[in-house]
């Protein structure tokens, strides 16, 4: 129904069941509504008097069909249960007006904290993305009933927040630059929710229209395209080298422990040979398949930047360098330090005076380092350049 007082404004007859401080922060409402009264039997004298009379009495009546109109909308809107409380003997809600059942449902069921998340969500639908294969007259009209329903909710959007909102969904897209650049250029007084409509509206059929910005659109979304693809390609490759790392290094250790074992002459049991076997078979697996994967990424990146190289180009991963050789000889370094071992050789977590792998212990030196290698072993030491 449509009020009849224009001071409703977009808002009908909604002021039936919100109390006055509520309404007069309604968009653009100023005046409080003050009801059509019944003007009781007509007394007057003269015509004027009489269609006066006549007009109050519609005006009473169609302020009774609203109020009417309003009890039976909340009644259907909502279940026979949220009422129980204010029925008669016979189940009847008789005698309240369409405020006194606003304000039971919003005292019974309405909690501040719900307002408050359905302000957030409405929050995000401000901010939903622009569509371009939509008319931009959807993305219009989701962002206004957003908006209307947050003013409902005592929320101020102002239309520069729809401005600002809309800028940013159009700024994604290539063919609509010199739009925004052209927006940009008005006077501030021209830079309007109304204005912006119109002007992007018009600039978004312009190049549906154009061969030539369709072209432009294709090849750009074809770029963007391999992009992600390369993006996405560059985490699966990151997330299976962190997988294998790990596996290596765990599988290191333990035979490490073995090796420990053997050289001390404990016994071992004869199942774990193979494990041992197997072991390194495992490691030389996983670094093949590092180096492939790392391969195959450096073709991908030709003609750009590459990553951070390291000295012997291998690549650093917590703390170490990885095998690269494909020769069976290392070129590139594991271990960031400078320890040497007169048995072991370089590139290695202990020194002469700590290894546990003596096989001589008559010819070992314990003081041997890098720089003075006391005729120990010369294992890895290309790498200390």
């Known amino acids: 129904m449509v009020c009849a007082d224009p001071e409703t404004k977009d808002h009908g007859q909604s002021y039936l069941v919100w109390e006055s401080s509520d309404w007069l922060k309604k968009r653009q409402v100023t005046t409080l509504i003050v009801p059509a009264t019944n003007p009781g039997v007509y007394a007057g004298t003269t015509h004027l008097a009489l269609e006066m009379h006549k007009t109050a009495i519609l005006a009473h009546k169609r302020y009774k069909e609203a109020e009417a109109a309003a009890k039976k909308m909340l009644m259907h ?33 309405v909690q501040p904290e719900d307002v408050a998340d359905q302000v957030t969500e ?13 008319e931009p007259q959807v993305y219009y009209k989701a962002v206004q009933d957003a908006k209307l329903t947050l003013e409902s909710l005592n929320q101020t959007i102002d239309q520069e927040t729809l401005i600002r909102h809309g800028l940013n969904q159009f700024k994604e897209h290539l063919d609509l630059r010199y739009d925004i650049k052209a927006w940009k250029k008005l006077d501030r007084a021209d830079k309007t929710w109304k204005k912006f409509k119109s002007h992007f509206t018009k600039a978004i059929n312009d190049n549906r229209n154009d061969m030539g910005t369709l072209k432009q659109m294709g090849i750009a979304n074809a770029v963007k395209e391999q992009v992600n693809q390369n993006k996405e390609n560059q985490q699966l490759l990151a997330q299976a080298s962190d997988e294998a790392h790990d596996k290596i290094e765990q599988l290191q250790k333990q035979q490490e422990q073995l090796y420990a074992a053997l050289m001390a002459k404990q016994p071992q049991p004869q199942p774990q040979q193979p494990l041992q076997d197997n072991t390194a078979a495992t490691i030389k697996a996983l670094t ?10 450096s073709s991908t990146k030709r003609g750009g930047g590459g990553g ?52 001589e212990p008559e010819k070992h030196q314990k003081e041997a380092t890098a720089t003075n290698t006391m005729n120990g072993s010369t294992r890895n030491l290309h790498l200390r350049t």
């Open 308 to 359: 951070g190289s390291s000295q012997g180009g291998g690549k650093r991963h917590k703390g170490w360098l990885l095998p690269n050789g494909k020769d069976g000889i290392r070129n590139t370094r594991r271990w960031d330090n400078d320890n040497y071992c007169w048995t072991c050789g370089f590139d290695i977590k202990h020194n002469s005076m700590t290894c546990q792998y003596i096989k």
């Open 122 to 134: 409405l929050h995000k639908q401000l901010e939903q993305s622009y569509d371009p294969t939509e």
């Open 77 to 109: 809107a909502f279940k026979e249960h949220h009422f129980l409380e204010l029925q008669d003997d016979n189940g009847d809600v008789i005698g309240y007006t369409a405020r006194e059942l606003f304000e039971h449902l919003i005292d019974q069921y």
């Open 288 to 297: 093949d398949k590092i180096n492939r994967l790392e391969s195959g990424n």
